[in-house]
């Protein structure tokens, strides 16, 4: 994907990063349109183009404590991103953290639910 003459993102058929597009987050709009013209690829849910980590690669990663709903949870910082939220028709960009869990899945979380804790 180009924005003008530059690459912001590549996706594999698979869904799987391209050319170092691990962790970026697909826009609503980009990720709507790619899903109606590539129906048979596989999309990421969370719009972030997936890591593909060997279990020891988090050993470079920063732990982490994290809140879902009310429950404490640990993983690995990866990075900051901004994302546009739509909440009553009006759009806005956020900073959330992307976490991976300890099942390998990448999440979004708000940025005041997670503590680093090292």
Do not use: C
């Not at 994907?1 to 697909?26: C, F, P, R």
């Not at 992307?98 to 979004?108: K, N, P, R, T």
């Amino acid at each position: 994907m180009y924005e003008g003459a530059n690459e912001i993102l590549a996706v594999n058929k698979s869904g799987t990063a391209h050319d170092q597009s691990h962790g970026k987050w697909i826009p609503n709009r980009v990720y709507d349109y790619l899903k109606e013209k590539y129906p048979t690829w596989k999309w990421p849910k969370d719009q972030i183009i997936p890591f593909l980590l060997a279990s020891s690669w988090t050993q470079d990663l920063r732990p982490v404590m994290y809140e879902v709903g009310t429950e404490e949870r640990s993983g690995y910082f990866h990075s900051f991103g901004e994302f546009e939220i739509e909440k009553d028709g009006v759009t806005k960009v956020v900073t959330r953290a992307i976490v991976e869990e300890a099942d390998g899945q990448l999440s979004v979380i708000d940025v005041d639910k997670i503590k680093f804790t090292k």
